[in-house]
Nanobody, 124 residues
Framework: QVQLVESGGGLVQAGGSLRLSCAAS????????MGWFRQAPGKEREFVAT????????DYADSVKGRFTISRDNAKNTVYLQMNSLKPEDTAIYYC?????????????????WGQGTQVTVSS
């Protein structure tokens, strides 16, 4: 089993930055694909970014490409999401997810482990 705990959310003005962290306990995150998803009020959960276990491959939703960066430190069992140039439409609960897979996935159904989420609010 893997337990995931997100942190780093908060309130920020438009144009600002936040760095989310996802710390894992239990089994190591090595050999996992990790992803970030988000869910805004009244909307379905949507894909944000994903990264392979080596960190060599990443994928981003078009809405965040060029503004967000996903990275990971397997030695620390932690995945990060650096969010720059934040917009009010980025307001959501952000979830970290993991899967023992070798390929990048945008489909949330592939991910076996989920954190509880961290709130990100961007004011205009």
């Amino acid at each position: 089993q893997v337990q995931l705990v997100e942190s780093g959310g908060g309130l920020v003005q438009a144009g600002g930055s936040l760095r989310l962290s996802c710390a894992a306990s239990g089994r190591t995150l090595s050999r996992t694909v990790m992803g970030w998803f988000r869910q805004a009020p009244g909307k379905e959960r949507e894909f944000v970014a994903t990264i392979t276990w080596s960190g060599s491959s990443t994928d981003y939703a078009d809405s965040v490409k060029g503004r967000f960066t996903i990275s990971r430190d397997n030695a620390k069992n932690t995945v990060y999401l650096q969010m720059n140039s934040l917009k009010p439409e980025d307001t959501a609960i952000y979830y970290c997810a993991g899967a023992y897979e070798s390929t990048l996935y945008r489909n949330s159904g592939i991910y076996q482990y989920w954190g509880q989420g961290t709130q990100v609010t961007v004011s205009s």
